[in-house]
């Protein structure tokens, strides 16, 4: 009974999954995998990895299972870390994983990396999950979107207290030296953000949904993603359901032939895929924000 209960205390730990090696350390016998797979109680999940009956399956739930089937030493990593996070980054195509160099994994959806050494501070847990660092991510990712697009990216977890600029810099001190022209952009990023940089806005997604909220509004969601066009938006404050986005019109962030474009250009697709945008600035009243919003609301519920 021991061993059981221990077995089901490590499910629920793992996202209701279990290893073979899982059963073997509770004392039980592989007969045991074999019996529960044909009665229903349990399904394969990867090799060697096992759903318990009931556990719902989850987007988490299948990034674990990668990491199990990986070895103890594998950790979600690049996009598929940055996801766990939140980070304002694409959206993974397939699982990615950093394992030691010995080791090679065969599974179907997975991306493995190699790496020789993970610090001690860079891997943590997310939901549970093994995860490279804010700052390590950052770093691995950094050579997946554009520079100025990366410096935003860094800007957002530094207002979220996601990752602070000397780890960053550290955890990319270490990469770097092999790292060629994949780091290059976050070497700038870095350089552009001395002592004492302010990211602006620390509070502004938490501010308007408060201001919705007290007004009576349902609560938005935050950093929404969306897909559009084959493209990945991370919006601020969204009604998902509604359509609805409220987008911040910052005299910094629009500077420059690039971003203006850019943001003209994400303006556009979103509209097009049926997505009614509440333009705001620094001087937008609350009255104003809420009238606006709940009058979309409103029309989208009729």
Do not use: K
Not at 101 to 130: N, S, W, Y
């Amino acid at each position: 009974m021991d061993g059981e209960r221990g077995l089901l205390e490590q499910a629920a730990r793992q996202h209701g999954l279990v290893t073979l090696d899982d059963v073997r350390r509770a004392g039980l016998s592989d007969d045991i995998v074999h019996r529960r797979l044909r009665h229903g109680r349990w399904s394969l999940q990867r090799r060697g990895v096992y759903r318990v009956n009931g556990a719902p399956a989850t987007e988490a739930q299948a990034v674990m299972a990668a990491c199990l089937v990986a070895g103890p030493a594998a950790v979600a990593s690049h996009l598929t870390a940055a996801r766990l996070w939140r980070l304002r980054l694409p959206d993974p195509e397939l699982i990615e994983l950093t394992t030691p160099p010995g080791r090679r994994v065969r599974a179907e959806g997975v991306r493995q990396h190699r790496t020789p050494f993970l610090a001690r501070d860079e891997v943590h847990r997310v939901q549970g999950i093994p995860v490279t660092s804010v700052a390590r991510t950052l770093v691995d990712c950094s050579g997946r979107v554009r520079r100025r697009e990366l410096g935003r990216v860094v800007d957002d977890a530094l207002r979220r207290r996601l990752v602070r600029l000397p780890d960053l810099a550290r955890s990319h001190a270490r990469v770097a030296p092999g790292g060629g022209r994949r780091t290059a952009a976050l070497a700038r990023v870095l350089t552009e953000r001395g002592p004492g940089h302010d990211p602006g806005g620390s509070d502004r997604e938490a501010q308007v949904a408060r201001a919705l909220a007290a007004a009576g509004l349902p609560a938005p969601v935050q950093q929404h993603t969306v897909v559009v066009a084959g493209r990945t938006f991370h919006l601020d404050v969204a009604y998902p359901e509604a359509r609805v986005a409220v987008e911040f019109d910052g005299w910094d962030a629009h500077r420059g032939f690039e971003a203006f474009h850019g943001d003209r250009e994400r303006a556009r697709l979103l509209v097009a895929a049926g997505w009614r945008l509440v333009h705001v600035t620094a001087r937008t009243a609350p009255a104003d924000l809420v009238r606006d919003v709940g009058s979309l609301l409103l029309g989208r519920a009729g």
